[in-house]
Every structure is written in C-alpha cells, then in structure tokens.
C-alpha cells in the first residue's frame, strides 16, 4: 500500500531564506507526484507537478525534484517570503490509477517578517 | 462558473442527522472527484464521477456515505445518520476529463458532527 510521509509537519522561517520541504513515498510504481498549496479556508492549489520521467520542475521561485527509484521528492522555495505561509501537500498517481491521488499530511509553513 | 464552489462552507450537525453537502464544478468539467480530510491529515479519496455516472465510490466508507451527479454538473454528496467521526473538511474538485492538469479544487465545506 502507497504510503505518503511528510516532514516536517511545521517549520517557521524568517523572510528571505531559501528552503525544502521534503515528500516521501513508499512505492516507487508511480505515475507522477504534484505538490499543492491549501490555505486556511480555501481551496488547493496545484504549483508544481513532475511525471515520472522527469527530474526536476521549476516555476518562478519554486523548484520541485523527483527522485523516483529512492521514493523522494523535494520542494524547494527561494527568497521565501510572508505570502508564501501555507501548508503544502504532496500527491502521488500510482502506476494502474487513472485519477486517484495519495496524499501526504503536508508541511505547515510559517514566514516571518 | 469561474471555480468550484462548494455550499455550505461550514456545517453544523448533531449525531444521527442527515447531512448533503453541494459541490457545483467548473462548467464543461466531465470529471468531479469528492475527497475527505480530516485534522492534521492529507485528503483521502471518496468517489469519481465521470458525466453522470459514479465511476468509482470505493473511496466511500460505508453505506451511510452517497453521492450523486444527476444531469453530469452539480453532485451532492448525501451522509446519512451522521457520526462524530464524519467530522472532517469535505472537498471537491473538477477537471475537463481524466488527467492530472486542469484539477481545481473548491474551498471544501468544514462539517462537524456534536
């Protein structure tokens, strides 16, 4: 069974630091992995989403890597600031599924002023 | 209309009432997904609707939970004798057909069972 483990849970950071938040699943038989956005009281919000082919994807200051065979993706925000507090899921599309998604519990990001 | 929207946004029930929440997707969106998520927890999936058809309810969890689409637009998802363990943020999302792209979800409808 396709398991999505996200850590941390929180992290807080003062403006202008780069980070990672790290995504890791247990059965490399995937399809693709995407990381979402969810903030509080709305809907989520796809940023980023990496076939299995593929190594990297970046849009503006976020940079996604999918490292398949060791079952790990990273999310990676440069100059990170205020509006970009929010909780970030990873999903997963095993192999076989059409539609269906794995999720992670997602990182609590917090950015400090 | 412009996104998803889902009604109510929150919901308040005792134990043991009938609850529907209402999801009105993206127009010209064939494919409605509802998903559950709890506290602290990533979505899990319920069911798939493709036009009007329940393609997949597996992710249901038991025979309290329905959902239907009728005319292939709006679904209503339907929990019948609610559980405190139902409580949770109920989501929905849309895309012009199966695939990854296009996926937009609504704001959920938060329901908490007393």
């Known amino acids: 069974k396709q398991e999505v483990t996200q850590i941390p849970a929180a992290l807080s950071v003062p403006e202008g630091e780069n980070l990672v938040l790290n995504c890791s699943f247990t059965?490399?038989?995937?399809?693709?992995l995407q990381w979402f956005r969810q903030d509080p009281g709305k809907g989520l919000t796809s940023l980023l989403l990496?076939?299995?082919s593929q190594r990297e994807q970046t849009s503006g200051r976020l940079n996604a890597s999918l490292d398949k065979s060791s079952g790990r993706s990273t999310l990676y925000i440069a100059a990170s600031q205020p509006g970009d507090s929010a909780t970030y899921l990873c999903?997963?599309?095993?192999?076989?599924?059409?539609?269906?998604?794995?999720w992670g519990a997602g990182t609590k990001l917090i950015i400090k002023p | 209309g412009a996104g998803v929207s889902q009604t109510p946004s929150n919901k308040v029930t005792e134990k043991g009432k009938y609850v529907e929440l209402r999801c009105d997707p993206i127009s010209g969106h064939t494919a409605l997904y509802w998903y559950r998520q709890s506290l602290g927890q990533g979505p899990e999936f319920l069911i798939y609707f493709q036009g009007t058809g329940a393609a997949d309810d597996s992710g249901l969890p038991n025979d309290r939970f329905f959902a239907v689409r009728p005319e292939g637009s709006v679904s209503t998802l339907k929990i019948q004798r609610t559980e405190r363990g139902d409580s949770a943020v109920y989501l929905c999302a849309s895309s012009p057909g199966l695939g990854d792209y296009g996926y937009t979800f609504g704001s959920g409808t938060r329901l908490t069972v007393v």
């Open positions: 990496i076939q299995s």
């Open positions: 999903a997963v599309r095993p192999e076989g599924s059409r539609y269906q998604l794995i």
């Open positions: 059965d490399s038989a995937i399809y693709n």
